[in-house]
């Protein structure tokens, strides 16, 4: 398969995605329909765009859910304590990036493999959001931070696709237009030979794995206003939505492959695929059904590719 194919096959398949399901389903291209989808799937995109990072550089992260779930936590406590909503946010970002620096140093100091890192961290994180909040939601949090997840910019635009357009940008010209976001490249095709390029790979596994925490931050605040609590167990799940809006976008579990704007598209099929499937009446038994064969589908793709570069080489 050409590599032009592979890079545009997921736009493609989410064009063909929209266009099979308007013909089912008009209401699906209802401006209301394809806001509340933006609004929908914010959160898991700005996750999988810092998971973009992580993966691009030969990582992966299993915690993000869990990690989501207690940064929307310290926020909320933080804001029912009087913290002003501004405050309140960026609370829930330097808690993100505090929990990915303690992920990226164990991966890249300690050389533990990050699924087992981030495995451990997935159950300790939720574990210390459910015993901070004895399981109970934090409410009471200000009328004005519902605005994050519900308002519109000039009456147009969803507050979380602005925000998602800004992230996006923002790590589109890290992986593109800095030395960092080539060496993510060099480190996740080939960790030693970067190393012996004069790399300082541990320093930059630690940088990605602190983007992401900040961005599944940055997510939980967003998360945590629209439910308009601060919910322990919500992100249960999003790890696996996370790592597939990215494998389905055409980055590599195996690193050095991925794209921001292919994680979006991978995003917004996974989106797209479960409003689409609610406006047709489908149970959610059977979308989680769908959902799954579409993730199956993505990595077995991707192991595809690898194995035939390997054979190539």
């Not at 032009?4 to 736009?11: E, M, T």
């Not at 973009?52 to 936590?73: K, N």
């Not at 996974?270 to 989680?288: C, E, R, Y």
């Amino acid at each position: 398969m050409s590599d032009w194919i592979k890079r545009f096959l997921p736009f493609v398949s989410l064009i063909a995605l929209c266009m099979v399901i308007a013909v089912l389903e008009p209401k699906f291209v209802s401006a209301g329909n394809l806001a509340g989808v933006a609004r929908q799937t914010a959160v898991i995109t700005i996750m999988a765009i810092g998971m973009t990072v992580v993966m691009v550089s030969g990582g992966i992260d299993l915690s993000v859910g869990s990690m989501m779930a207690l940064t929307a936590v310290i926020g909320a406590i933080a804001m029912v304590a009087g913290a002003p909503v501004l405050l309140g946010i960026l609370v829930c970002i330097a808690a993100g990036a505090m929990f990915g620096l303690v992920n990226g140093a164990a991966v890249a100091m300690l050389k533990i493999p990050p699924f087992i890192v981030t495995l451990g961290a997935m159950g300790i994180y939720r574990g210390i959001a459910l015993l901070v909040t004895d399981g109970k939601a934090v409410v009471g949090l200000p009328n004005d931070f519902g605005y994050l997840a519900e308002g519109n910019l000039f009456g147009v635009m969803p507050i979380p696709l602005l925000i998602v357009l800004v992230v996006a940008l923002a790590i589109h010209f890290l992986l593109n237009n800095t030395q960092a976001g080539r060496y993510s490249y060099a480190i996740g095709s080939n960790s030693e030979a970067a190393r012996y390029a004069g790399v300082r790979v541990s320093r930059y596994q630690v940088m990605f794995y602190v983007i992401l925490g900040a961005l599944a931050g940055l997510a939980g605040a967003i998360e945590s206003a629209r439910l308009v609590t601060g919910q322990p167990t919500a992100g249960e799940g999003y790890e696996l939505r996370v790592i597939a809006a990215v494998v389905i976008g055409g980055g590599s579990l195996s690193g050095g492959q991925g794209t921001v704007i292919g994680t979006i598209i991978g995003s917004l099929i996974m989106g797209v695929l479960a409003n689409g499937a609610n406006l047709l009446g489908i149970s959610s038994f059977t979308q989680q059904v769908i959902i799954g064969a579409v993730i199956v589908l993505a990595v077995t793709f991707d192991e595809f590719q690898r194995r035939r570069l390997q054979t190539a080489v």
